[in-house]
């Protein structure tokens, strides 16, 4: 009688093992096998991390085997198990492998193809298209889209964690929980002590420092001695938390009527101020989403506000940027005058200061928010309602995804919520972040997406005329070395147009993110979020580098500041201890974190697959060597886009 070899991983995260009695069954060209109890006697099987092995004789000849089902039944107690994968050395001495990588709840049973990726177009047996067209009917069902707000891309149904496909959810969800992380961050930073004056204003700059007391970070050190200085305001606008805000200014805007004279003291070449625009040294970045947001009523005791400046940039001869204007809101007028570097030294300081806050509000809710974590969960709930676990897209996907859908649920669950934790520290927080990206999603298109296109949009692509732009030098690495190794990879399965155009799979695949993410708009990756995350702490700690809140509405004419009101419009200590806890809890990585190029679960089997990706690893590699290089003796390492310190996916 024929005999099988049958190998079984189990996963190695907390509670991946079993109790369960675990059964087999295998589907082959000529025949079905019966139920095989997967057991050793006085052997305690599918334990954490195992790799068990098995015989497995059949009565009769199965012809070449297509599918291997796995049901698992209950012992005593429910008892989740976490399956690797299974590889099956058949009679012939043929080996094949069956990728899982997934969890059996319950009573589950679970069907598997060999791990060969294949298009719908490929499978030509009849049992092997009802498996392809069974499983996405069982995904549509358990992975739902929902409208959390009116005009955001769309999301998973779940009210929470716990709601989700057990496939999805954090191995431990302790680990993601907001509200334990920002009190363990609080702690870590010894700056509870402060907790119990939570209103009360700081006496003045050097007061923030006692909440520094725990920090042994360079970069938050080097702000804290530096914010106030031109350059390092803007140095941030190219490599800070938030480098996709500035543009190259073509034309001076009619809502800034700056001129000249204004700024000569700020221009260094001897040119006038359409002079140097024309020349290509002038850059602007314009916060004009923030223009009529609600700021943040939740607390009747605390009065928070909100402003949309205009900030005028100069290239000047050492080829740094520094501010030359700041008008702290949109329509010109007498009260709302053009501040300058030339004014009084706490006017312009203020101006700045307002100018930052704004930048961290876009940041957190646009940059961070939307443009990473919600857009990157739409193509997860895309790939799984379409694409099968043997579509080569969905192999190609599924690590890039891994999390995603937890953390949003997560952040859904206890950070952007009503009365959530965004709202006691953000003065954009009590429905004015809501406002924020409904309005944002008008400008949401899918190249806006694609790193090359953005930087070419906003005119900062030349590194000859722009130096020092490492966000945009180190993402075009990362972005060519990603495209190359995709490209090969979706080579190997689509041989020309037509194949994509025929494939109904990647088509539904292609239209949920349009429909679902872009909201069906006609004009319409992790490295990004990688980019504008795990920079928060370096950047946002110090409170008057990155105010999440102002206590005072914008000063409406010039000297007229003082340095007690720019402490008294700061953000008071109770919520300045929120935003520290909140960008380091943001700023810290996964435990087991798994980096770009990293595919410890191996869904492709094909060698080719396997050698593009050792290449892609290469290719990495060499540009963590140039950027470590690169950052040789500097006082501002640019690090965010080392391909060593970007996770494989959207998950914190």
Known sequence: MPSYTVTVATG????????????????????????????????????????????VTVDEELGDIQLVKIEKRKYWLHDDWYLKYITLKTPFGDYIEFPCYRWIAGEG?????????????DDQIHILKQHRRKELETRQKQYRWMEWNPGFPLS????????????????????????????????????????????????????????????????????????????????QFLNGCNPVLIQRCTQLPEKLPVTTEMVECSLERQLTLQQEVEQGNI?????????GIDANKTDPNTLQFLAAPICLLYKNLANKIVPIAIQLNQVPG???????????????????????????????????????????????????RQLPAVHPIFKLLVAHVRF???????????????????DKANATGGGGHVQMVQRAMQDLTYSSLCFPEAIKARGMDSAEDIPYYFYRDDGLLVWEAIKTFTAEVVGIYYKSDQVVAEDQELQDFVNDVYVYGMRGKKAS??????????????????????????????????????????????????????????????????????????YPEEHFVERPIKEAMAQFRKNLDAIVRVIAERNKNKKLPYYYLSPDRIPNSVAI
Not at 199 to 214: G, L, M, P, R, T
Not at 572 to 593: K, P
């Open 12 to 55: 190695s995260q907390w509670f991946a093992g079993t109790d369960d009695y675990i059964y087999l069954s295998l589907v082959g060209s000529a025949g079905c096998s019966e139920k095989h109890l997967l057991d050793k006697p006085f052997y305690n099987d599918f334990e954490r991390g195992a790799v068990d092995s098995y015989d």
């Open 525 to 598: 990756a992790s490295a990004q979020h990688a980019a504008v995350n795990f920079g928060q702490y370096d950047w946002c700690s110090w409170i008057p580098n990155a105010p999440p809140t102002m206590r005072a509405p914008p000063p409406t004419a010039k000297g007229m500041v003082t340095i007690e009101q720019i402490v008294a419009t700061l953000p008071d200590r109770g919520r300045s201890c929120w935003h520290l806890g909140a960008v380091w809890a943001l700023s810290q990585f996964q435990e087991n974190e798994l980096f770009l190029g990293m």
């Open 404 to 422: 995603t859908i937890a953390i949003n649920t997560k952040a859904r669950e206890q950070l952007i919520c009503e009365y959530g934790l965004f």
């Open 334 to 384: 007498d009260e709302n005058p053009i501040f300058l570097p030339s004014d009084a030294k706490y006017d312009w300081l203020l101006a700045k200061i307002w100018v930052r806050s704004s930048d961290f509000h876009i940041h957190q809710t646009i940059t961070h928010l939307l443009r990473t974590h919600l857009v990157s969960e739409v193509f997860g709930i895309a790939m799984y």
């Open 283 to 291: 850059f602007i970045v314009d916060y004009e989403l923030l223009d």
């Open 156 to 235: 998973i149904d779940a009210k929470c964690h716990k709601d989700l496909p057990r496939d999805i959810q954090f191995d431990s969800e302790k680990g993601v929980d907001f509200v334990l992380n920002y009190s363990k961050a609080i702690e870590n930073l010894f700056i509870n002590c402060f907790m119990h004056m939570f209103q009360s204003s700081w006496n003045d700059f050097a007061d923030f420092e006692k909440i520094f007391v725990k920090i042994s970070n360079t970069i938050s050190e080097r702000v804290m001695s530096h914010w106030q200085e031109d350059l390092m305001f803007g140095y």
């Open 109 to 121: 049973e679970i069907v598997l193809r060999d791990g060969r990726a294949k298009l719908a177009c």
